[in-house]
């Protein structure tokens, strides 16, 4: 077995919320080049969107409903 697949069966063994902070960590570690604008960017789009919401604007929905909503758009259905 190489490192590559020997260090794949051990992420895999754990826990969820772990595997995804590393799976985060090893995505973030491939983006060599960093927008300076792009914080101050989403930062004022996600103030946006929430002054939308808090003036009804915008309607929201529950995770799960988001979750079985992404997962139709997909192609999956949500066995949740």
Same mark, same amino acid.
């Given at each position: 077995?190489?490192?590559?697949?020997?260090?794949?069966? =051990? !992420?895999?063994?754990?826990? &969820? =919320?772990?595997?995804? &902070?590393?799976?985060?960590?090893? @995505? =973030?570690?491939?983006?060599?080049? %960093?927008?300076?604008? $792009?914080?101050?960017? *989403?930062? =004022?789009? @996600?103030? +946006?969107?929430?002054? +939308? %919401?808090?003036?009804?604007? $915008? #309607?929201? @929905?529950? *995770?799960?409903? $988001?979750?079985?909503?992404?997962? !139709?758009? &997909? #192609?999956?259905?949500?066995?949740?």
């Amino acid at each position: 077995m190489n490192d590559r697949n020997r260090l794949l069966e =051990e !992420a895999m063994h754990l826990p &969820a =919320e772990e595997r995804a &902070a590393l799976a985060g960590a090893l @995505i =973030e570690s491939l983006d060599t080049q %960093v927008d300076e604008g $792009a914080e101050q960017a *989403w930062a =004022e789009e @996600i103030r +946006r969107r929430l002054q +939308r %919401v808090d003036a009804d604007f $915008a #309607g929201t @929905i529950s *995770w799960s409903e $988001a979750r079985r909503r992404i997962l !139709a758009g &997909a #192609g999956r259905a949500s066995s949740d």
